[in-house]
């Protein structure tokens, strides 16, 4: 907070929130259609094969998981020892 890093940080939280209220809002109206999650970006590097496709939205799912567990350790030990994470300090 002190070296001004909040702003930039919450404008583009800011703005990916924006661009996902408009594709749900265009979503309802019929005008697009989008599985859970998708925001458009990085289609294009998803294999060709339906099959090989699936895979790997399987493993991004996985990888997700993982990183809330491990982001759930990151501040259980921080609240559990009384110390920031050491990024933080």
Same mark, same amino acid.
């Given at each position: !907070?002190?070296?001004? #890093?909040? @702003?930039? +940080?919450?404008?583009? !939280?800011?703005?990916?929130?924006?661009?996902?209220?408009?594709?749900?809002? *265009?979503?309802?109206?019929?005008?697009?259609?989008?599985?859970? @999650? &998708?925001?458009?970006? @990085?289609? $294009?590097?998803?294999?060709? &094969?339906?099959?090989?496709? $699936? *895979? =790997?939205?399987?493993?991004?799912?996985? $990888?997700?998981?993982?990183? =809330?567990?491990? +982001?759930?350790?990151?501040?259980?030990?921080? !609240? #559990?020892? @009384?110390?920031?994470?050491?990024?933080? *300090?």
């Amino acid at each position: !907070v002190e070296l001004g #890093l909040m @702003g930039p +940080f919450l404008a583009t !939280v800011a703005v990916y929130e924006v661009y996902g209220g408009w594709l749900i809002f *265009e979503g309802w109206e019929g005008k697009i259609k989008r599985d859970a @999650g &998708d925001f458009f970006l @990085g289609k $294009n590097f998803l294999p060709k &094969d339906e099959a090989k496709a $699936n *895979e =790997m939205r399987l493993k991004e799912l996985e $990888n997700g998981r993982l990183a =809330m567990l491990a +982001f759930s350790g990151i501040c259980t030990q921080a !609240v #559990l020892t @009384g110390k920031t994470w050491p990024f933080l *300090e």
